[in-house]
């Protein structure tokens, strides 16, 4: 049997009991390690669980799945992924594989940020798409994302941002020449994904086209959910571009049509004064 296990949002105790069963008794237990990350290291997870991890990175799962799945068909293999199994589409891919070799599958579910989200405040079936928002360079600036997030705010729902990360990860040039040295981790902050959209929301307004959002926009910052450090925090589009909310993992929420409840507790996280007002001015 092959399993795709959540482990959760945070640290080692987060995993399900049955998920742990099944890390207990497998063969082969793979981390994977590159889509999310917990806020423990691999050697943290091997204490708690009392066995050996092999990680996983991207190049393992996308281009050598068969050795991950080797093995599989007669013994229990288990993959083990940040927040719930099915939050990325490799995983999916990875699924698909297997079933295609003959071998069983079965998916033990965890928390992910799609559905703890909701301890900002805000009500998970008032939210539209999931939006990804990359790290731009100096020659690749997409815009893609803004157009999903004005699609939601036209029927009046949320926008849950997922943040960039980058792990393990190769310049272009090395990339280009086949070396294998790769660019130091990564991770996409609440700060600079707002600056990214400021930017943007620049864009179309010296284009003449008629904004959906601005800098003036209701957001959510959110950071570690789920972990006893985590921050939220409640403001403008440009309030985001200035926030500190330290660590890894954080996300961004637009806020779209507010039931009262909602509102009422969004005011619970305000940055300050001016936030209070917007929440004031929205109702």
């Given at each position: 049997?092959?399993?795709?296990?959540?482990?959760?949002?945070?640290?080692?105790?987060?995993?399900?009991?049955?998920g742990l069963?099944?890390?207990?008794?497998?063969?082969?237990?793979?981390?994977?390690?590159?889509?999310?990350?917990?806020?423990?290291?691999?050697?943290?997870?091997e204490e708690?669980?009392?066995?050996?991890?092999?990680?996983?990175?991207?190049?393992?799962?996308?281009?050598?799945?068969?050795?991950?799945?080797?093995?599989?068909?007669?013994?229990?293999?288990?993959?083990?992924?940040?927040?719930?199994?099915?939050?990325?589409?490799?995983?999916?891919?990875?699924?698909?594989r297997a079933?295609?070799?003959?071998?069983?599958?079965?998916?033990?579910?965890?928390?992910?940020?799609?559905?703890?989200?909701?301890?900002?405040?805000?009500?998970?079936?008032?939210?539209?798409?999931?939006?990804?928002?990359?790290?731009?360079?100096?020659?690749?600036?997409?815009?893609?994302?803004?157009?999903?997030?004005?699609?939601?705010?036209?029927?009046?729902?949320?926008?849950?941002?997922?943040?960039?990360?980058?792990?393990?990860?190769?310049?272009?040039?090395?990339?280009?020449?086949?070396?294998?040295?790769?660019?130091?981790?990564?991770?996409?902050?609440?700060?600079?994904?707002?600056?990214?959209?400021?930017?943007?929301?620049?864009?179309?307004?010296?284009?003449?086209?008629?904004?959906?959002?601005?800098?003036?926009?209701?957001?959510?910052?959110?950071?570690?959910?789920?972990?006893?450090?985590?921050?939220?925090?409640?403001?403008?589009?440009?309030?985001?571009?200035?926030?500190?909310?330290?660590?890894?993992?954080?996300?961004?929420?637009?806020?779209?049509?507010?039931?009262?409840?909602?509102?009422?507790?969004?005011?619970?996280?305000?940055?300050?004064?001016?936030?209070?007002?917007?929440?004031?001015?929205?109702?």
């Amino acid at each position: 049997m092959f399993y795709l296990i959540g482990l959760g949002l945070c640290d080692a105790e987060d995993i399900t009991v049955k998920g742990l069963k099944i890390v207990k008794r497998a063969k082969k237990v793979y981390l994977e390690a590159y889509t999310s990350i917990l806020s423990v290291g691999k050697e943290a997870l091997e204490e708690f669980y009392g066995r050996e991890l092999l990680l996983a990175d991207r190049e393992a799962v996308e281009q050598n799945s068969d050795e991950i799945l080797s093995g599989a068909e007669e013994e229990d293999v288990a993959f083990l992924v940040v927040g719930d199994p099915f939050g990325a589409t490799t995983h999916t891919d990875l699924l698909l594989r297997a079933k295609e070799k003959g071998i069983k599958t079965k998916a033990i579910h965890n928390a992910s940020i799609i559905n703890a989200i909701g301890c900002c405040g805000l009500q998970l079936y008032n939210f539209g798409e999931v939006v990804s928002i990359v790290i731009w360079t100096d020659s690749w600036k997409p815009e893609s994302f803004y157009d999903k997030i004005v699609a939601n705010l036209d029927h009046g729902l949320h926008t849950l941002c997922l943040l960039d990360i980058k792990v393990k990860e190769q310049s272009v040039e090395n990339l280009l020449k086949g070396r294998k040295i790769y660019e130091p981790p990564r991770f996409m902050t609440v700060a600079e994904a707002a600056k990214q959209l400021m930017e943007i929301v620049s864009n179309r307004r010296n284009n003449d086209e008629t904004l959906k959002f601005d800098e003036k926009t209701i957001c959510v910052g959110v950071a570690r959910v789920g972990s006893d450090e985590e921050q939220i925090q409640v403001g403008s589009l440009q309030q985001m571009s200035l926030v500190d909310l330290g660590g890894p993992l954080h996300s961004l929420v637009v806020v779209g049509r507010m039931h009262p409840l909602e509102r009422d507790l969004l005011r619970q996280y305000a940055i300050d004064e001016e936030s209070l007002l917007l929440l004031k001015d929205s109702s």
